[in-house]
């Protein structure tokens, strides 16, 4: 499963839409500082599900939204969407190519779309299960993250293993089945 593309709108600094397109192999995204190279990763933890704005460097749910410039108003809403070759049907579904999408409003209202039919975030999260790409996967290490795993206790750094080797979903079952 290869992220091809991703689409930005009201995003932090992408106040107008910006389309990036990923080839096969390596990208690289190089620019001066303050030129929106960590929002774009920012923008790929936040349409997978982030939840804690602090993470995307933020204070409250409104920081993501264009905030405007002293020639430009600021946007109404943020709008995010990356496109997935689904070609080996890596995620459960029909489609070959599944675009998630995540809109917030000023207002506060979150939106969430799967091929751009509504869905909730916990859709997502059930379609992306496993595959290693969802929320709080480590598709996405930030630099904090590398010092964390580094810093960690041995059981704390189990616990990661556990997850990219894919056990912990097994766990969490078995503890659903032995409550049940
Ligand atoms: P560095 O090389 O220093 O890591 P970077 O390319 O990663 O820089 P980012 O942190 O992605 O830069 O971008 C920071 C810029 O995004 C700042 O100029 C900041 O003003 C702008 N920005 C963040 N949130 C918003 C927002 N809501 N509206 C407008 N601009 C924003
Ligand atoms: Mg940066």
Not at 94 to 109: A, I, K, P, Q, Y
Not at 127 to 139: E, H, K, P
């Amino acid at each position: 499963m290869q992220l091809l593309k991703m689409e930005l709108r009201g995003f932090k600094s992408f106040a107008d839409k910006t389309t990036l397109t990923f080839d096969k192999g390596i990208t690289a995204i190089v620019g001066p500082n303050g030129s929106g190279k960590s929002n774009i990763s920012d923008a790929v933890r936040w349409v997978m599900g982030e939840q804690n704005v602090r993470q995307l460097r933020g204070q409250k749910s409104e920081d993501i939204i264009f905030a405007g410039t002293q020639t430009r108003r600021p946007q109404g809403a943020a709008e995010v969407s990356l496109y997935f070759d689904n070609s080996d049907h890596a995620l459960d579904t029909e489609f070959t190519e599944v675009v998630v999408t995540r809109r917030l409003f000023r207002s506060g209202d979150s939106e969430y779309y799967i091929n751009r039919r509504p869905c909730r975030l916990k859709d997502i999260h059930i379609l992306f299960a496993d595959t290693g790409i969802g929320q709080d996967s480590m598709a996405v290490i930030g630099q904090n993250r590398v010092d964390r795993i580094l810093n960690s206790k041995p059981e704390e750094r189990r616990v990661i293993f556990e997850e990219v080797a894919g056990i912990s979903r097994f766990k969490g079952r078995k503890a659903d089945g032995l409550r049940k």
